[in-house]
C-alpha cells in the first residue's frame, strides 16, 4: 500500500500527467455545458413489407435525406468509402495525430492549404454543425468528434456520414442518391455504382449525376485504377467495373399508399422509417383496380372509391387504397375514404343476427314477418319498396330486407346491440350511442370502411375481433390480443348465409359466371344512394370496398350490390384466385335439427313439412312448432265454435275439428291489404251468449273449473289461448294476478305449472279482462 502510494506521489509530479488530467476535466466539463446533439432531419421513408419503400417524404428542411440502415451497409461500400477518406477509422479516438501533423507541416511549408486531415468522425461534426474552415472550428471539430466517439459505435458513426454526404441540391445521404439516381437501394449497387457515388461528395457541384456523366465516368475510373493498384478488389471485380455504363439520371421515388403513408407519418412524426405491412403488389394491384373501375363508372357521376385488404390470421393490412386519384383534388383524391365516416347501410345487419343466434332468440330457419309494421312513428322500407310475408331469418339477411332486421333489434334491444358495437371498436358510434334507436341497423349511424372490414374480419376469425396491424411489430411487442365478440358458432351461421349466391345483391352478370369467388359477402346501400359498400372474406382475406362520392353527392345507379360488389369480385379474384386456404368448417358445438318450414320451430302434431336447421346446442330456442290451430266448425265450415257453445254431438248439427293457420294480426292484416287468399277461420257461433256478452276476451284454453295432473318427473306444458275480437291486437296473460306474457290474441303460449290452485287472467288491449279458476295435481 505504501509502495502504490510513493508509486502514485511520484507519477503526479510529471508535467505530462497533469496536463492530461486537466485536459480530461476539461473535456468533462465542456461536454457538461455543451453536450453533444445529434438529431439530424431526416426524410420520413415508409417501407413495405418486404422493406421496399412505398412512400418517401421530403424532410421538414424540404432535403432528401433518406436514412442508410446498418444492414444496407454492405461490405463493398464500407471497404471503399473507408479506402477513399479515413482508412483508420476503426483505430483512432475520432482524429488522427498523424494525419493532422502531416497536415500541419505541409501547410507551414506551402503556405497554404494543400492537405486536409479531417477523419470521417470530424466530417460529420462538420456536416451536423456547419462552419467556416478556420483553425478555431478545427479545435471546436476536434472537441465534437472525440464526443461523438465516447457516445456512439464505430457503425454508428459511420452510419451518420453515409446519411449526411451532399450530392448537390436537395440530396443528401447515400441512400437518398442510390434511389434517386439508381433507383435501388444502397445493398443493391455495384462496386462501379458505389465508387461513383463515393467520389461525388467531394466535388457535388461539379459532378452532377444526370448532367456531368461522361466527367464523372473518367474520375470513377480513375479512382478504380487507383483501387486496382492498392489490390483492394480483385482484378476481375475492377475491370468491370471499368466497363460498365453509367445509368444515372433523377428519379421520382415511389408514391404508393398515400393516404396511408401520410397518416403513419403524422402519428410517427420523430420515425424516419416506418416498417408497414404492406405488401407492395397487392398495393399497386389494388390502386390499379380502384382506378381503372373508377374510370368506368365515373360517366355515372361517380368518382371514388377506397378499398382495404386485411390479412385475416394476422390482422395485417396488406393493402390501403384511400381514394382513386391521390392527385385529383376536383374530387376529392387527398380524402382518406379509409377512414371518412359514413352512413353504413345495412352493412351492420350480420352482426345483429349474430347477436339474436348467440341470445337463443332464433335460428336461420326461424320465420319473420315482413310486413309493413309500424315501430312508434318508425315505418321502414325494403330497398325496393317490397314486402314478402313470412320468411326465414337467412333469407331476410341474404335479401338484406329492413323490417326484420328492426324486429329484430327492437326484440335485441337497441342499447345491448350499440354496446356490441363500441366492443368492435366504432369510434363515432361510441360518441352517437345516446342517440341512436332502431334506424341504427338501417345506417342511421356513423361508420368508417376501417371499422366494418375490422368488423367481417372477425366473422372470418370465428367471432374474435383484433386490432388491425399497419406496422410491423417489434420484437419486444406482446402479441396482439383479440376478443370475443360473437361466438364461433354465430359466426358460422352467417358466413353460410352469406356465402348463398342465390340473393338479390349478386351483380349484374356475374350469376353464371365462373369468375364469381368462393367468400361471404355483404353490400349496402345509405339512404339517398350516396355510398355503396361490399365487404367479403374467405378463409385468408378480408375486404372492404367503399364506392361513392366525397361530396356526399348521391347517384340513383349506386347501388352495393351492383356498384361496389363487381369491384369486390375483382379485387378477390386477383389477390386470391382459386384460394388454397380451405374453408370455414362447423363448429362441434353446431349441431343440425328438423324444423318446421312454417315457423323454424321444432315440429309439432300438425307439422307435414319439415326441413333440417342449424342450432347452438344449449342455446338455441326449442319451441313447439304452432303454426296451425284446431277450430270446432259446423258441418259446412260456415261458423265457427268455443268451448262453451259447442253443440252437442247428436247427428243434427255435428261439429267438425278443422286445422287453421295460426297467423299474427299482423301477417292477417298484410293479408288482407294486398287481398293475398289465406285461410280463414269461419264468424264465430253468434248464438254465443258467452263471447258475445262480455266482449271481452275467452279463454278457450284450459278450461275453466278443471282439474289437470301433472307428473313431476316428465313435466309438461300447459297452453294458453283465447279468443277475441278482432279489433284486439295484443292480450295479457296472468298467472294468479303476475303478469306472464304478451302475445297476440291469436298466439299458442305455453307455461309449466305447479301443483296448487291457479288463477289464470287474460285482459285485451280494450281493457277488457276475463278469469278462470283451475287446479293442479300431481299424479
Known amino acids: 500500500m505504501e509502495k502504490l502510494r510513493y508509486i502514485t506521489k511520484k507519477v503526479w509530479k510529471w508535467p505530462w500527467v497533469k496536463a492530461l488530467v486537466a485536459l480530461l476535466l476539461l473535456f468533462l466539463g465542456l461536454n457538461l455545458v455543451f453536450p453533444l446533439n445529434v438529431r439530424p432531419r431526416y426524410s420520413t421513408i415508409v417501407t413495405a413489407a418486404d422493406g421496399t419503400i412505398l412512400h418517401a417524404f421530403l424532410s421538414d428542411d424540404d432535403k432528401w435525406r433518406l436514412v442508410t440502415e446498418l ?73 465534437r468528434a472525440v464526443q461523438l466517439e465516447l457516445f456512439y459505435s464505430k457503425d454508428e458513426i459511420l452510419q451518420l456520414y453515409l446519411n449526411l454526404i451532399p450530392y448537390g441540391g436537395n440530396v443528401e445521404g447515400i441512400k437518398s442518391a442510390s434511389m434517386l439516381y439508381f433507383g435501388k437501394p444502397p445493398q443493391l449497387l455495384s462496386l462501379a455504382e458505389i465508387t461513383t457515388l463515393t467520389i461525388i ?50 428519379r421520382a421515388l415511389p408514391k404508393l399508399a398515400p393516404h396511408l403513408s401520410l397518416r403513419l407519418k403524422k402519428s410517427q412524426p420523430d420515425q424516419p422509417i416506418i416498417h408497414t405491412l404492406v405488401k407492395p403488389n397487392r398495393q399497386a394491384q389494388a390502386e390499379q383496380l380502384v382506378a381503372n373501375y373508377v374510370g368506368r363508372v365515373r360517366s355515372m357521376n361517380i368518382h371514388n372509391a377506397a378499398v382495404l385488404v386485411i390479412d385475416n390470421q394476422t390482422m395485417a393490412v396488406e393493402a390501403y387504397v384511400g381514394s382513386a386519384d391521390f392527385a385529383n383534388s376536383y374530387d376529392g383524391g387527398q380524402v382518406d375514404g379509409v377512414r371518412a365516416v359514413r352512413s353504413p347501410g345495412s352493412t351492420l345487419k350480420p352482426l345483429l343476427y349474430a347477436l339474436a343466434f348467440d341470445k337463443g332468440m332464433m335460428t336461420p330457419k326461424t320465420v319473420l314477418n315482413d310486413v309493413p309494421t309500424s315501430f312508434s312513428g318508425y315505418e321502414p322500407e325494403n330497398y325496393d319498396r317490397q314486402f314478402y310475408g313470412p320468411i326465414t331469418v337467412e333469407s331476410a339477411l341474404a335479401n338484406s330486407l329492413n323490417v326484420p332486421a328492426v324486429k329484430t333489434l327492437q326484440q335485441l334491444s337497441t342499447p345491448t346491440f350499440v354496446e356490441s358495437l363500441k366492443k368492435a371498436g366504432f369510434e363515432t358510434i361510441k360518441k352517437q350511442s345516446k342517440g341512436l334507436g332502431l334506424s341504427v341497423i338501417l345506417g342511421g349511424c356513423g361508420v368508417t370502411l376501417e371499422e366494418l372490414t375490422r368488423l367481417f374480419a372477425a366473422f372470418a376469425n370465428g367471432g374474435q375481433i383484433g386490432n388491425l396491424n399497419f406496422v410491423a411489430p417489434n420484437e419486444s411487442d406482446a402479441p396482439a390480443k383479440k376478443s370475443r365478440l360473437i361466438s364461433e358458432d354465430a359466426a358460422f351461421l352467417i358466413m353460410n348465409t352469406l356465402t348463398q349466391i342465390t340473393r338479390p345483391d ?66 378477390f379474384n386477383t389477390i386470391d384466385y382459386n384460394s388454397s386456404s380451405g374453408w370455414f368448417r362447423m363448429p362441434k358445438s353446431l349441431s343440425m335439427r328438423q324444423v318446421c318450414a312454417e315457423t323454424g320451430d321444432v315440429p309439432g302434431e300438425t307439422c307435414e313439412h319439415k326441413i333440417v336447421d342449424y342450432a347452438i346446442m344449449g342455446v338455441s330456442p326449442y319451441r313447439r312448432c304452432q303454426h296451425q290451430k284446431a277450430v270446432w266448425t259446423n258441418a259446412t265450415g260456415t261458423v265457427s265454435y268455443c268451448a262453451h257453445c259447442l253443440p252437442e254431438n247428436d247427428g243434427s248439427d255435428d261439429a267438425v275439428r278443422r286445422f287453421f293457420p295460426n297467423l299474427a294480426p299482423e301477417l292477417i292484416a298484410f293479408y288482407e291489404s294486398r287481398r293475398i287468399p289465406y285461410p280463414k277461420i269461419p264468424p264465430h257461433n253468434p248464438a254465443c251468449t258467452r263471447v258475445f256478452a262480455q266482449q271481452g276476451p275467452q279463454i278457450v284454453s284450459p278450461n275453466d273449473g278443471s282439474e289437470y295432473f301433472i307428473n313431476p318427473h316428465q313435466p309438461q306444458q300447459l297452453q294458453l289461448s283465447c279468443q277475441a275480437d278482432n279489433e284486439v291486437k295484443v292480450v295479457y296473460w296472468y298467472l294468479n294476478d303476475k303478469l306472464y306474457r304478451k302475445a297476440a290474441p291469436t298466439e299458442g303460449v305455453f307455461f309449466s305449472p305447479q301443483p296448487g290452485a291457479l288463477k289464470i287472467s287474460c285482459a285485451d288491449d280494450k281493457g277488457r279482462n276475463t278469469d278462470i279458476r283451475i287446479s293442479i295435481r300431481t299424479e
Open 71 to 143: 444492414d444496407e451497409i454492405t461490405p463493398v461500400l464500407r471497404k471503399t468509402i473507408l479506402h477513399k477518406e479515413d482508412n483508420y477509422f476503426y483505430y483512432h479516438p475520432g482524429f488522427n495525430p498523424v494525419s493532422m501533423a502531416r497536415a500541419v507541416f505541409r501547410n507551414l511549408t506551402t503556405g497554404r492549404r494543400t492537405s486536409g486531415a479531417s477523419t470521417i468522425t470530424m466530417q460529420v461534426v462538420r456536416l451536423l454543425e456547419p462552419r467556416k474552415r478556420t483553425y478555431g472550428s478545427k479545435i471546436i471539430e476536434l472537441f
Open 201 to 250: 461528395p467531394n466535388r457535388p457541384s461539379s459532378l452532377r449525376l444526370g448532367l456531368n456523366n461522361k466527367l464523372i465516368v473518367q474520375e470513377r475510373n480513375r479512382w478504380l485504377n487507383r483501387f486496382a493498384k492498392t489490390g483492394l478488389f480483385t482484378a476481375e471485380a475492377i475491370n468491370d467495373a471499368l466497363n460498365e455504363p453509367l445509368d444515372a439520371h433523377r
Open 506 to 571: 349478386l351483380p349484374n352478370n356475374f350469376d353464371n359466371s365462373y369468375h364469381l369467388p368462393r367468400i361471404a359477402w355483404k353490400t349496402g346501400t345509405s339512404y339517398g344512394r350516396r355510398d355503396a359498400w361490399s365487404i367479403g372474406y374467405n378463409k385468408r382475406y378480408t375486404v372492404g370496398v367503399w364506392v361513392g362520392n366525397f361530396s356526399g353527392e348521391g347517384v340513383p345507379e349506386l347501388s352495393g350490390a351492383n356498384i361496389a360488389t363487381p369491384l369486390l369480385f375483382t379485387i
